[in-house]
């Protein structure tokens, strides 16, 4: 994965009207058929036309494509989900396509309608594509600064030693690296919800839940999803789910481990 790519990517919700050329809508329609996620679970994904099948979001405008996708209800399918979808957004950011994460400002019946989700599948997120216009709405200006879309928090908050009370420090440029690729991830209303403790070569992924949930999905398992895409991507590794014996407050849940 490409740490320029990550630290590039921008959330875009104002598209210049023209949609995606034909030859990149073929390159991404091939490589999402390869997407894979540490999980084994599929991820399906679909390129729809906006005005085909009545798509749209009251914050995006001059799109003229959504792409979504879907998960068989399942352990850890949000995080798996998480995963693949931020492997889309930064292959497509790699064809100048911009893309932007939704789970709320749009009408989920009708996106999960349009894409068949079945009774035993979830649709967390979608996201329009588009080249970005060359200047960003009002609306959009006004959303990233509501949810201080630049900001991030300082790695000591983030990323500890063996327990929650020492922050990491290491000399490793390449787990650095994706450290301050986790660092970077987009997340729900940008409230970055993953804390990672290191144990001698594993990291260990945790929800910090700062985002009240709802329905039966966790959009915050969907942001470790993109933490771990992001971090795995850099470092690689191998992922388990075994929790270790840390302890952690009532709010943060145990998610992940990988091992390098």
């Known amino acids: 994965m490409d740490m320029e790519l990550i630290r590039t990517r921008k959330s875009v919700r104002t598209f210049d009207g023209q949609g995606i050329s034909e030859e990149d809508r073929e390159k991404l329609s091939t490589y999402i058929r390869s997407i894979e996620n540490p999980y084994h679970i599929p991820v399906r994904f679909m390129i729809l036309g906006a005005k085909k099948h009545g798509l749209s979001s009251p914050v995006i405008s001059g799109e003229h494509f959504y792409i979504t996708a879907k998960v068989p209800k399942t352990e850890h399918c949000e995080e798996a989900f998480g995963y693949a979808f931020e492997k889309m957004v930064l292959y ?24 068949g989700v079945t009774e035993d599948e979830i649709m967390p997120c979608v996201s329009p ?53 986790v660092r970077l991830a987009p997340s729900a209303v940008n409230r970055q919800p993953w804390r990672i403790v290191r144990q001698g070569d594993s990291y260990h992924f945790y929800e910090k839940k700062n985002v009240s949930g709802g329905g039966d999905w966790d959009v915050q398992k969907v942001d470790l999803g993109i933490a771990l895409c992001h971090f795995m991507g850099i470092a690689g590794g191998t992922l388990t789910v075994s929790s270790p014996a840390i302890q952690t407050a009532d709010d943060t849940e145990y998610i992940a481990t990988v091992t390098l």
């Open 92 to 115: 497509a950011w790699s064809l100048g396509i911009g893309t932007t994460w939704i789970g709320g400002t749009m009408k989920r019946e009708v996106f999960e309608r349009e894409a």
């Open 129 to 181: 594509l588009g080249y970005p216009a060359k200047n960003r709405s009002l609306k959009e200006m006004a959303m990233r600064t509501a949810i201080r879309a630049d900001k991030r928090l300082p790695s000591d908050e983030l990323f500890f030693d063996n327990d929650f009370g020492t922050p990491l420090h290491t000399d490793d440029i390449t787990v650095n690296n994706a450290l301050e690729a």
